[in-house]
């Protein structure tokens, strides 16, 4: 069975900095790219980022471009998020989510979020 | 601004059969697959549909998907009260760089 698990939500300062953590497990980890994706409270899904099963390719939206730097172990079946220079935009779910290919195309398994509030 | 439109919300009864809607362009819903989420509120999102018409193992044969040109639309056929949920359609986008642009999303009420 395919378990994704995040980690690394918490309260944060404005301008502070955050490494969201998601480990997945149940099958050959570096066969498939990893997506974050956000909801801030009460609004849709955002995605933010993906990485491809190497690693080699990483695509960014526009709100996470600069800020935020997607990366992967495969060693460690973890995928990271590092987050710079949080605003209070930012507070929301954070998931990882495994994708059904190589490459970012279709986000097919979640895991259950982690909570990122950006506050002083 | 979503990249793909849904209606904000559905509604009917129990027992009936309602469509949501999901619109896009030929860099997103036109050229590739779309995959439906449903999300029960306090909790993630779940695949519903995926390849715009396959359903994973578990899901209910009452949902279903369809796509013609840049248009999808989720169908839910003898609806029940634990179908109430909010639904989002999603799909690759090929313009800039590539991501995966989503729906508003859709509130279903069961009345």
């Known amino acids: 069975e395919v378990q994704v698990l995040e980690s690394g939500g918490g309260l944060v300062q404005p301008g502070g900095s955050l490494r969201l953590s998601c480990v997945v497990s149940g099958f050959s980890f570096s066969s498939y790219a990893v997506n974050w994706v956000r909801q801030a409270p009460g609004k849709g899904l955002q995605w933010l980022s993906a990485i491809s099963g190497s690693g080699n390719t990483i695509y960014y939206a526009d709100p996470a471009k600069g800020r935020f730097t997607i990366s992967r172990d495969n060693s460690r079946n973890t995928v990271y998020l590092q987050m710079n220079s949080l605003r209070a935009e930012d507070t929301a779910m954070y998931y990882c989510?495994?994708?059904?290919?190589?490459?970012?195309?279709?986000?097919?398994?979640w895991g259950q979020g982690t909570r990122v509030t950006v506050s002083s | 601004q979503s990249v793909l439109t849904q209606p904000p919300s559905v509604s009917g009864t129990p027992g009936q059969r309602v469509t949501i809607s999901c619109s896009g362009s030929?860099?997103?819903?036109?050229?590739?697959?779309v995959n439906w989420y449903q999300q029960v509120p306090g909790t993630a999102p779940k695949l519903l549909i995926y390849s715009n018409n396959q359903r994973p193992s578990g899901v209910p044969d009452r949902f279903s998907g369809s796509k013609s040109g840049t248009s999808a639309s989720l169908a839910i056929s003898g609806l029940q009260s634990e179908d109430e949920a909010d639904y989002y359609c999603?799909?690759?986008?090929?313009?800039?760089?590539?991501?995966?642009?989503f729906g508003g999303g859709t509130k279903l009420t069961v009345l």
């Open positions: 030929s860099s997103n819903t036109g050229s590739n697959p």
């Open positions: 999603a799909a690759w986008d090929d313009s800039l760089n590539g991501f995966v642009a």
């Open positions: 989510a495994r994708d059904g290919h190589n490459l970012p195309s279709a986000i097919l398994i």
